[in-house]
Antibody, heavy 124, light 107 residues
């Protein structure tokens, strides 16, 4: 079964760092881009950026550039999303999602497999 | 950035009725790279339609997508109880953007 399994819910204080994960299984992890999508409470979906696990090529949405860092470890089929200094406004659900296809330079595909989401709560 | 507008914001219908959801782009979507997702409360989004009109694996044929350029439509031919959810369109022809969503409510 093709699936993405995300790490569990996090509760952090403002200013703390955080790294959440997304583990792929059931498919060739290096052949599909992994996107990260934010959903704030009661709101819609926002694309944050995307990473190609084979070479860690990363593209960020301008809205999230400099705010988060995406990385991956293809040896263990895991993609990561991290913050160096969390803010209360980072409280949201974060989803990883696989693109339907992908090559080293083309990430423009729909997202056919989604993780279950990781809830991040930032509160003093 | 391509901005997507969805209408209506909320659609109140009864099971068995036909649902027509609209997604309009601020500029033409390259290669009709337009997808539709369904999201139920507490769940991750699920891909329904890609390439404007192709159903994703396992999606019932009561879901259909159409349109091109800047105007796209998702049609649910006969609503089943499990279809009441929020539906998002997404363009992936130029980076990625999502529409604000249409909530389909039980009337």
């Amino acid at each position: 079964e093709v699936q993405l399994v995300q790490s569990g819910a996090e509760v952090k204080k403002p200013g703390e760092s955080l790294k959440i994960s997304c583990k792929g299984s059931g498919y060739s992890f290096t052949r599909h881009w992994i996107a990260w999508v934010r959903q704030m409470p009661g709101k819609g979906l926002e694309w944050m950026g995307i990473i190609y696990p084979d070479d860690s090529d990363t593209r960020y949405s301008p809205s999230f550039q400099g705010q988060v860092t995406m990385s991956s470890d293809k040896s263990i089929s895991i993609a990561y999303l991290q913050w160096s200094s969390l803010k209360a406004s980072d409280s949201a659900m974060y989803y990883c999602a696989r693109t339907m296809g992908g090559t080293a330079y083309n990430y423009l595909y729909a997202m056919d497999v989604w993780g279950q989401g990781t809830t991040v709560t930032v509160s003093s | 950035e391509i901005v997507l507008t969805q209408s209506p914001g909320t659609l109140s219908l009864s099971p068995g009725e036909r649902a027509t959801l609209s997604c309009r782009a601020s500029q033409s979507v390259s290669s009709n790279f337009l997808a539709w997702y369904q999201q139920k409360p507490g769940q991750a989004p699920r891909l329904l339609i890609y390439g404007a009109s192709s159903r994703a694996t396992g999606i019932p044929d009561r879901f259909s997508g159409s349109g091109s350029g800047t105007d796209f439509t998702l049609t649910i031919s006969r609503l089943e109880p499990e279809d009441f959810a929020v539906y998002y369109c997404q363009q992936y022809g130029s980076s990625f953007t999502f529409g604000p969503g249409t909530k389909v409510n039980i009337k």
